[in-house]
C-alpha cells in the first residue's frame, strides 16, 4: 500500500482529527489558568464589626494630621461655586457616545449629580459612576479616573464640567 491509498483511507476522519487537535490546544494553553477574584467593598456593618475587633493606637501627630485634613476639606467643600442655585445639564464624550448629566448646585455647593443618558456598556460604565461621589466630595471635576473605565470616567467629568461651566454662563 503507497502513501495516496493511506491517505484516501483516512480522508474521512480529517474533520475527527482536526478537532481533536483543536481541543488539545485549547486545553495546553488553559492548563494552570486561575481566575482573578476581585474585591468587593464591605459593608457599613461588616467594617464596624472590623474596627472593634481591632484595636487601633493613635498618636497625637496622626490625630492632628486628620483633624487639619478633615477641616481642609471641609472649608474647601463650603461654598466652592459663586453660582445659583437650580440643575444644570452638560454632556461629555464617553467610549461609545455622549454622556449627559445633571448637576444640582444648592447653597454654593454641589449636592447631586443625576446620569440623563449614557450609550456605553454597563459594566465599564457602571464603575465609572463611582465618580460621582469623588466629584461631590472634592466639590470639583478634577478627580481622578477609574481604572478600567477610562473613557466613561472621562466622559462624565468632561459632563460635570461643561455643565458648571453653562451655570457660570448663565450667570454673566
Known sequence: ???REMLEKCKPFAPVVSAAVMAACVAGSLYGYKV???E???SV???QEQEDEVPVVKTSTEEETKEDEAAEEEEQA???FDLEDGVYQG???GYRG???VAVTIKDKQITSIEILSASDDEPFFGRAKGLIDQIIKKQSAEVDTISGATFSSTGI?????QALEEAANQED
Do not use: F, L
Not at 467629568?157 to 464640567?161: D, G, L, P, R, W
Open 157 to 161: 467629568k468632561e459632563a460635570v464640567a
Open 78 to 80: 463650603k461654598g466652592s
Open 91 to 93: 454632556s461629555g464624550t
Open 40 to 42: 468587593t467593598k464591605a
Open 36 to 38: 482573578p477574584v476581585y
Open 98 to 100: 455622549n454622556i449627559t
Open 1 to 3: 500500500m503507497d502513501i
Open 45 to 47: 456593618e461588616d467594617t
